[in-house]
């Protein structure tokens, strides 16, 4: 059993920049993939970025890549998300999970979840 804090949310302007941190407990942090999600009001919760056990390997959904990034620190046991360029329509809880294989996407494929950060964007 894994539990995942998530830090880090608030408010910010657009275009402005956020960095969410995801800290786990537990001594095979280091043994899972990691993956970020995020649910707007109205929306099922989406895939945002992923990254593999040993930080080789990073995944992005479209609608974010070339503004966010995803990465790790084994010996923190934390995982972050650096946000930039922010928009309004980034206005969502995000959630990080850990699953077997970074290239998942879908929800079901994460076996431990955070309970979320709130992230708003005023425009």
């Known amino acids: 059993q894994v539990q995942l804090v998530e830090s880090g949310g608030g408010t910010v302007q657009a275009g402005g920049s956020l960095r969410l941190s995801c800290a786990a407990s537990?001594?095979?942090?280091?043994?899972?993939?990691m993956g970020w999600f995020r649910q707007a009001p109205g929306k099922d919760r989406e895939f945002v970025a992923s990254?593999?056990?040993?930080?080789?390997?990073?995944r992005y959904a479209d609608s974010v890549k070339g503004r966010f990034t995803i990465s790790r620190d084994n010996a923190k046991n934390t995982v972050y998300l650096q946000m930039n360029s922010l928009k309004p329509e980034d206005t969502a809880v995000y959630a990080c999970?850990?699953?077997?294989?970074?290239?998942?996407?879908?929800?079901?494929?994460?076996?431990?979840w955070g309970q979320g950060t709130q992230v708003t964007v005023s425009s």
């Open positions: 537990g001594r095979t942090f280091s043994n899972y993939a």
């Open positions: 999970a850990g699953s077997s294989n970074y290239y998942y996407t879908s929800v079901k494929s994460y076996l431990y």
């Open positions: 990254i593999n056990q040993n930080a080789g390997i990073t």
